[in-house]
């Protein structure tokens, strides 16, 4: 089993940046890592997913905007979240999933707040 914390959320206006990290208790080298954000009122949605090789896949609503990636070394993953709208406000959640019995661990969340 993994523990995640995310950091990195915070405030910030329309158009700028911000970069999410996840940080886990352990070796992340058998699970395929996710963001997934929920804001008020909404289901949570995945956001961006970064398999053990590296491969990606995005929210359309992010593509061009976001990336994630993944450090095994460090047991960490990021997201830089770049040209930010208020649509992005939420609280971003990071995900573990043990790819031999599709566990998924879960981190207590960062709010991100977009706004002017």
């Known amino acids: 089993q993994v523990q995640l914390v995310e950091s990195g959320g915070g405030l910030v206006q329309p158009g700028g940046s911000l970069r999410l990290s996840c940080a886990a208790s352990g070796s992340i080298s058998s699970y395929d890592m996710g963001w997934y954000r929920q804001a008020p009122g909404k289901q949570r949605e995945l956001v961006a997913v970064i398999t053990g090789f590296h491969s990606t896949n995005y929210a359309d609503s992010v593509k061009g905007r976001f990336t994630i990636s993944r450090d095994n070394a460090k047991n960490t993953v990021e997201l830089q979240m770049d040209s930010l709208k208020p649509d992005d406000t939420a609280v971003y959640y990071c995900?573990?999933?043990?790819?031999?019995?599709?566990?998924?661990?879960w981190g207590p969340g960062t709010q991100v707040t977009v706004s002017s």
């Open positions: 995900n573990a999933r043990r790819r031999w019995d599709g566990n998924n661990y």
